[in-house]
T-cell receptor
Framework: QKEVEQNSGPLSVPEGAIASLNCTYS??????FFWYRQYSGKSPELIMF????GDKEDGRFTAQLNKASQYVSLLIRDSQPSDSATYLC????????????FGTGTSLTVIP | EAEVAQSPRYKITEKSQAVAFWCDPI?????LYWYRQILGQGPELLVQ????????DSQLPKDRFSAERLKGVDSTLKIQPAELGDSAMYLC????????????FGPGTRLTVL
């Protein structure tokens, strides 16, 4: 079983819609959760991090964490064509120094 | 804005040759990471440094890969000899310290082994 799982997609949404990206993780004691955006051929860029159950909002982005169900999601409101990228979920399990485990990423396409 | 620097950005080499990648973390960041990302997959940790010491190199193929961070600042990752399966993006990341979670990535080095 992989530490972090994501649906690889591709996920397509029309411009202006809400994009919902999901991630599940295996270590129930995981403490920190991150979303990175990666454009094709580029390196990952941090979007948000979340540590506590519930929602965390930053502009058009909302991260949602449910530790009981072991999932974390990212909502992108008012999706723009520039949001088209691969979104990587990263989790820091409880038993590592600061090692992150990354999912394989979900490819998002926002259609104008 | 401070950034992680990496060079070269692109490297093409033939199998059995040696290659080296360089990384300069954000100033003041004690923890440095080297990841390998194969196309279509997420980054996988190769080695983690805390200052000049290796914290985790359990996934580093030590028969051909080596990494060092001699003065606890910049770092070099070497592959010798390169194999076809080493073609990937090599990413360097840094964080303020091991207890401060957020990792910031450099632009990466795209390696192609022919």
């Amino acid at each position: 079983q992989k530490e972090v799982e994501q649906n690889s997609g591709p996920l397509s949404v029309p411009e202006g819609a809400i994009a919902s990206l999901n991630c599940t993780y295996s270590d129930r004691g995981s403490q920190s959760f991150f979303w990175y955006r990666q454009y094709s051929g580029k390196s990952p860029e941090l979007i948000m991090f979340i540590y506590s159950n519930g929602d965390k909002e930053d502009g058009r982005f909302t991260a949602q964490l449910n530790k009981a169900s072991q999932y974390v999601s990212l909502l992108i409101r008012d999706s723009q064509p520039s949001d088209s990228a691969t979104y990587l979920c990263a989790v820091r399990p409880s038993n590592t120094g600061n090692q992150f485990y990354f999912g394989t990423g979900t490819s998002l396409t926002v259609i104008p | 804005e401070a950034e992680v620097a990496q060079s070269p950005r692109y490297k093409i080499t033939e199998k059995s040759q040696a290659v080296a990648f360089w990384c300069d973390p954000i100033s003041g960041h004690a923890t440095l990471y080297w990841y390998r990302q194969i196309l279509g997959q997420g980054p996988e940790l190769l080695v983690q440094f805390q200052d000049e010491s290796v914290v985790d190199d359990s996934q580093l193929p030590k028969d051909r890969f080596s990494a060092e961070r001699l003065k606890g600042v910049d770092s070099t990752l070497k592959i010798q000899p390169a194999e076809l399966g080493d073609s990937a993006m090599y990413l360097c990341a840094s964080s303020l310290d091991a207890a401060t979670d957020t990792q910031y990535f450099g632009p990466g080095t795209r390696l192609t082994v022919l």
